[in-house]
């Protein structure tokens, strides 16, 4: 079994709004073979805790405005090193630069498939002259 449409439409929301919010290395990987829990993981990593905000809060933004969605859980907040959104389907990892290359999620998941996430950089862009 792998991703349902829903959990990658919901992965390619969150993946853009963290690319818009200069979210850095932004992978997903359909784990749902390995997990009974969940089908997708998306990781997102940041140069500083207020920019892990920043994009954490874009993904809660984008989510509930474009799929009425919130999440059913969100842990690691009060610090700003490595916040997890829980949708179900979908756990978003938004992770300081540092967590991230300590922890090495990408290496625990790496016989998943990763999900082609096609992001729009012109939105990226777009999103800076907002700024």
Known sequence: MSATESAL???RLAAQAASDK???DIVAF???EALAITDVFLIVSASNERQVGAIVDAVE????QQ???RPTRREGDRENRWVLLDYVDVVVHVQHSEERTLYSLE???KDCPRIPL???EASAAEG???E
């Open 107 to 109: 290496r625990l998941w």
């Open 9 to 11: 439409s919901i992965t």
């Open 128 to 130: 800076e002259d907002e």
């Open 30 to 32: 359909d784990v749902s």
């Open 67 to 69: 799929a009425n969605l």
């Open 118 to 120: 096609d992001l729009d």
């Open 22 to 24: 200069k979210g850095l």
């Open 61 to 64: 933004e984008r989510l509930i």
